[in-house]
């Protein structure tokens, strides 16, 4: 069975000093669910080796939001890979904020992912349809690209070093997520693509569902077979909204295993 993985990504929010507060909050919140669910935050770059260290011997991780395909160079307002390995242990790519605001191609996700892999970094790509392809039927079009683009080439040593997160465009920050059907179904084809890539290791990676995820609609995601965790947006900003995910997450492994 696949342990899920509860990722909280915070975009850009906090200040250094709020962010190390909170994640300490968290720690002290969250630390109990380590054995049935994995944890990881992404907090702005700013302060992410503050609180990788506030949280060093804890089970909660951290990861970056972005970061370049290259080791060092003259890229401007960039971290790369290098300067996280070691120490971040994930890092999110592909997130539709980025393909959107910042332009992000499938090329350069590619190149994100091998050199990420190279540092040893366990990766969440994100892929996900915007609503205009969604309502034109070409989820499954849109998907199969995003995602074969991005592995194109790619080897992987272990199914945790690269997880996928399933969001659809038109459910993150919306307030209307997909329903767990709909979700399970569109990463049931998430499966079965990541199987032609990495055929040994498919059934063992993680997919992750995200947009709108709230304590409220947890548990009837998790209890959906192909979901096997979530990364989360605004619920993750709120400690006791990331807490109950992560509890209502950790509940669905415990009644499965009974
Ligand atoms: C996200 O931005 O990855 C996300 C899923 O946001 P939200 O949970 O707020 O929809």
């Known amino acids: 069975m696949r342990k899920p993985l ?59 939001q972005n970061a ?5 160079g003259p890229f401007t307002g960039e971290i790369s890979p290098k300067m996280l390995a070691g120490w971040c242990h994930y890092l999110l790519i592909g997130h539709s904020e980025r393909r959107q605001l910042f332009n992000e191609t499938d090329e350069e996700l590619n190149r994100k992912l091998q050199a990420a892999l190279r540092h040893q970094l366990k990766v969440i790509l994100a ?28 080897q992987l040593r272990l199914p945790t070093d690269l997880s996928i997160a399933y969001e659809p465009v038109w459910a993150i920050g919306t307030g209307k997520a997909a329903t767990p059907g709909y979700a399970n179904t569109t990463m049931g084809l998430i499966r079965l693509l990541l199987g032609k890539s990495f055929a040994g290791l498919a059934s063992e990676m993680r997919i992750l569902y995200g947009g709108s995820v709230t304590p409220a609609n947890t548990r009837n995601l998790m209890e959906q077979p192909e979901i096997d965790g979530a990364l989360v947006g605004g619920a993750s900003l709120k400690s006791p909204d990331f807490t109950q995910i992560i509890q209502a997450t950790a509940e669905v492994v415990q009644s499965q295993r009974v």
């Not at 200040?15 to 907090?43: F, H, N």
């Open 127 to 154: 892929v996900g349809e915007t609503l205009e392809e969604y309502e034109a039927g070409r989820t499954e079009e849109v998907i199969t690209r995003q995602l074969s683009a991005a592995v194109y080439g790619v």
């Open 6 to 64: 509860i990722a909280g990504n915070w975009k850009m929010h906090f200040s250094v000093p709020e962010g190390l507060e909170y994640a300490l909050q968290l720690r002290r919140e969250v630390e109990r669910y380590a054995d049935t669910v994995d944890v990881v935050i992404l907090p702005p770059a700013l302060m992410l080796w503050e609180i990788a260290n506030a949280l060093r011997g804890c089970p909660i991780e951290v990861g970056a």
């Open 68 to 72: 370049a395909w290259e080791d060092q």
